[in-house]
């Protein structure tokens, strides 16, 4: 493996960093050291992050070479950079859920992710953007500004992990964590052209981690491919006994193999839940299909109830916990909440206890129907959004698109999702695929998604971002 010009070094996949930064053929700080001066270069106008730390990450890059030269190489996030959405607490760091309620808060202790990362060697380069406390879109009255697609800056880049998704796209970073409550990892990873996980609930401690919905809330990572996507979940899984919802994962190793394909198996197609896709959503998928065909796997039709019923489940479900969570502050702070904020909050203050636990026993009607549904394929795909990324600033495209989308059904499943690029609009803009499988089966999800971007170059483009008008 020959190590590349410093002009490629942000461009290499994850797997190929780590082989480079093992073998000593990559210095830490040189790796670093190029994803900083992108940085630099072009994050004013994209917004990603709403606190960078430069020198520390530098600091860091410093000590890792000293430890991997010594062989005490922890394996392949050693010296790596990594984006952490501003929901997940760094000890002595203020973690921000950008708002303005949250300004002064300092974390006392690290995030169980963190300390995880930190165990592998990890570097943190900075706190992305979100929206505000995980929920209502981009907002422009709020103390920093809303990230904006690296594809097309006018445009939305997807939420709530937007700032993760694209510190990962234009290159400021090869790894972002983000949280997915209802898609919130998933839609930025499409909306940016991207790779983002939702493994299992439970899989990854939410410890740390300022919630949204507790019963819906997860934590994923955002990665420009499948091998990398893997590796990064395996780093940050585990048993955690101070979150009663954390659960031991089975699986030793999640990242497929290069001679795994797809010969035999049986993909479910939940095609209604696209059915009422744009056009060349609609489109593209088909053609996604066609691939996965391609290469070997049977195509069986799914039937579930409808993507609407789904949907409406989860949100009440969503907006319920969420109002519990900040009741006292939107009595007593309301107007320090950004509109889009305030806005998708309240609703929950209209919800009886009678309202919850009807959606909570619909609930679980919908995953034992998926269940029962999966016990007859391997894993399955749909759709990720129904609509392309609107403008930013288009208050009622956003309103309209939002949820337009068919990801929140496998935060109520709980159930592992992941988004693919599968292609861009005649506008430049990226669509993403979405597949899904069985509790605890990330490696089969992973070996699908792995197989597919193989077989096609989505994955490979980079946008402009000296003509990302």
Not at 363 to 387: H, I, K, P, Y
Not at 412 to 441: E, H, N, R, W, Y
């Amino acid at each position: 493996m020959n190590a590349p010009t410093s002009t490629d070094l942000t461009q290499l996949s994850l797997s190929d960093a780590a082989g480079l930064l093992r073998a000593r053929k990559l210095s830490p700080v040189e790796y670093v050291t190029a994803f900083v001066e992108r940085l630099k270069r072009y994050e004013p106008a994209l917004n990603a992050f709403i606190s960078t730390d430069p020198e520390g990450a530098l600091d860091a890059a410093r000590t890792a070479e000293i430890e991997i030269a010594q062989g005490g190489w922890r394996g392949p996030l050693h010296g790596v950079p990594i984006a952490l959405k501003d929901l997940i607490d760094v000890a002595g760091q203020r973690t921000s859920a950008h708002s303005r309620l949250r300004m002064e808060h300092v974390a006392r202790s690290d995030a169980f992710v963190v300390t995880r990362l930190r165990a592998a060697g990890a570097i943190f380069i900075g706190k992305s953007a979100l929206h505000e406390f995980a929920t209502g879109g981009p907002s422009f009255d709020l103390p920093w500004p809303p990230s904006r697609n690296p594809w097309k800056r006018t445009h939305h880049p997807g939420g709530s992990s937007s700032g993760g998704a694209v510190a990962v796209a234009a290159g400021f970073a090869p790894v972002a964590i983000g949280t997915d409550t209802g898609g919130s990892v998933r839609n930025p990873a499409t909306a940016c052209g991207i790779t983002g996980m939702k493994a299992t609930y439970g899989a990854v401690s939410r410890r740390g981690v300022f919630p949204l919905a507790f019963s819906l809330d997860h934590v994923g990572p955002l990665t420009r491919t499948v091998r990398d996507n893997a590796l990064v979940l395996e780093a940050i899984m585990g048993r955690d006994p101070a979150d009663p919802s954390s659960v031991h994962h089975p699986a030793a190793s999640l990242a497929p193999g290069p001679e795994q394909g797809l010969s035999g198996l049986r993909i479910g197609i939940l095609e209604e839940f696209g059915a009422g896709a744009n056009a060349e959503i609609r489109s593209a998928f088909q053609q996604a299909c066609q691939v996965i065909a391609g290469l070997g796997a049977e195509l069986i039709p799914l039937q579930l109830s409808p993507l609407d019923t789904y949907v409406g489940c989860g949100r009440l479900i969503l907006q319920a916990e969420a109002f519990a969570l900040h009741e006292h502050w939107l009595r007593t702070r309301g107007a320090e909440y950004g509109m889009r904020g305030r806005t998708r909050l309240l609703p929950g203050a209209f919800l009886s206890a009678a309202d919850y636990i009807r959606a909570q026993q619909m609930r679980t009607l919908l995953t034992n129907e998926f269940a029962q549904a999966m016990g007859r394929v391997d894993a399955a795909l749909c759709v990720s959004s129904l609509e392309l990324p609107c403008a930013i600033d288009d208050e009622a495209e956003v309103d309209r698109t939002y949820d337009r989308q068919a990801r929140t059904p496998f935060n109520l499943t709980g159930t592992p999702a992941i988004s693919v690029p599968m292609g861009f609009s005649q506008t430049g803009l990226p669509m993403g695929l979405q597949l899904v499988g069985k509790a605890f089966d990330e490696a089969m999800v992973y070996r699908v998604a792995h197989a597919f971007e193989a077989a096609t170059d989505w994955h490979r483009r980079w946008p402009d971002l000296n003509a990302a008008g």
